[in-house]
Each structure stands twice: as structure tokens, then as C-alpha cells.
């Protein structure tokens, strides 16, 4: 188990709790470890006020406190910034994306889709997908599969999200995410981008855990992190 339970109620608290723990997913991904989820009310989600998680999970990257994204297992977690370097080190990979491509190890959508986010650091998911060639509805899940290969490699983050509006500029329809590369995402909010060794970086990662967590919750970070 974890050796904290939080509970929290504001956007203030759950930054401190990602600086806290370095790693804070929306949803339960670990056993008996914290998430965004977890740690807040239920009724607060989806209420549109100021105590919304589901609001403050796309504040995090904004404001510079966390990165966001799908990083983990294809699912959403926040890393604070302290803690990106190492992340980074473990899940990311130090050749380019062009590199790998040529390599085989990146899907020809997903470098098109990096190539299009580092010509328009912060671009729209709906503009991201049509200036792909990928509006139909046939291509989709491609789209959608190249932005989960990228966010998994850690080359690409969730930047924020956009408002949908009509022609007249008005709010019309559901927010869309936003991406940006780490790299930019990075160096635009002062991130520590030093290299770290992947054992370096590991050994930082394990000696933090075990300090935080139970044997269960060791056993599935052991696994995700590879520690």
C-alpha cells in the first residue's frame, strides 16, 4: 500500500500530491498507489468548477507542474517535472524519431504526426488530424494509435486542451486535446534536460518508491519501469 492517503479537494493540493509522489496517474493503474482518481471526490468530476480533476489534469502542463499524457500502458498519468528527466531516461529513447522510423522502430504515422506537432508546437487534435490526411472515419484509430506510439515513447506530451467554438466564437461541443514535444514542451517551461543514464535513473526511481510504497505497489512499478 501506499504509506500516504491523500485526499484532496483543490488544484493547489493535487499539485503538491504529483511533486509529492513524481507520478500520478488519472485513473488506478497500480495497485494501492494514489490516483487522480483515488484521491479526489466523485462528485466533483465532470462538474466543470474550479474543483474539477478532470479540468486541473489538463492545468498541470500549462502551468508547468507536470507533463501529461498517456505515457504508462497507454493510459493518462502526470510526471512532475523533477521527476521527467528519469522518466524519460526509462520509457523514452535517445535516437530521433526520423532515426528510429528508418530503423523500423516507428510507424510512418506516428513520424508524420511528430513532424506536423514540431512544425506546430501546441496544435489541435481536429487540426493535427486533418493537415494528416486522416479525417475519415476509417482512419482513425491509425491517427489514434500514432499518438499512443508517441506519448509511449515519451516524444510527444498533452500541451493542454482548446475549446470548440462556432463561427461566431462561441463554445460549441467538446474541448480537444493539444500536443507539443516534450523536447519543446521542455525547454519552454525550464525543465531539466540534462542526460541521465538509464541505471542512474532507475536507481533514483526505485530508492523514491520504496520510500512511498508497499511490496504490491513496488512489484508493478518494478515491472513498469523495468527497476
Not at 515513447?153 to 514535444?181: A, Y
Request: aromatic share 10%.
Amino acid at each position: 500500500m501506499c504509506l500516504i492517503d491523500y485526499k484532496i479537494s483543490t488544484y493547489e493540493e493535487a499539485v503538491q500530491v504529483v511533486k509529492e509522489v513524481g507520478l500520478l496517474p488519472l485513473s488506478p493503474l497500480i495497485p494501492h498507489y494514489p490516483s487522480l482518481d483515488s484521491i479526489t471526490s466523485k462528485e466533483h468530476w465532470y462538474s466543470g468548477s474550479e474543483f474539477d480533476p478532470w479540468l486541473w489534469r489538463a492545468q498541470f502542463p500549462v502551468d508547468g507542474v507536470a507533463a501529461y499524457g498517456k505515457f504508462v500502458k497507454k493510459k493518462s498519468v502526470l510526471i512532475s517535472r523533477e521527476f521527467l528527466p528519469l522518466v524519460s531516461a526509462i520509457l523514452g529513447s535517445q535516437y530521433s524519431v526520423a532515426k528510429r522510423y528508418n530503423d523500423g522502430l516507428v510507424s510512418r504515422e506516428a513520424l508524420e504526426l511528430f513532424t506536423l506537432i514540431s512544425e506546430e508546437e501546441g496544435i489541435d487534435t481536429r487540426v493535427l488530424r486533418a493537415k494528416a490526411g486522416m479525417k475519415d472515419k476509417e482512419k482513425k484509430k491509425a491517427f489514434d494509435n500514432a499518438l499512443l506510439e508517441l506519448q509511449g515513447s515519451m516524444d510527444i506530451i498533452v500541451s493542454g486542451t482548446k475549446e470548440k467554438t462556432n463561427v461566431s466564437g462561441e463554445k460549441n461541443g467538446w474541448s480537444s486535446t493539444s500536443f507539443e514535444t516534450l523536447a519543446f514542451w521542455s525547454k519552454n517551461n525550464h525543465v531539466d534536460q540534462r542526460k541521465i543514464e538509464m541505471d542512474e535513473a532507475k536507481h533514483e526511481l526505485k530508492n523514491h518508491f520504496e520510500q512511498l510504497c508497499g511490496p504490491e505497489s513496488m512489484k508493478a512499478l518494478v515491472k513498469i519501469f523495468k527497476l
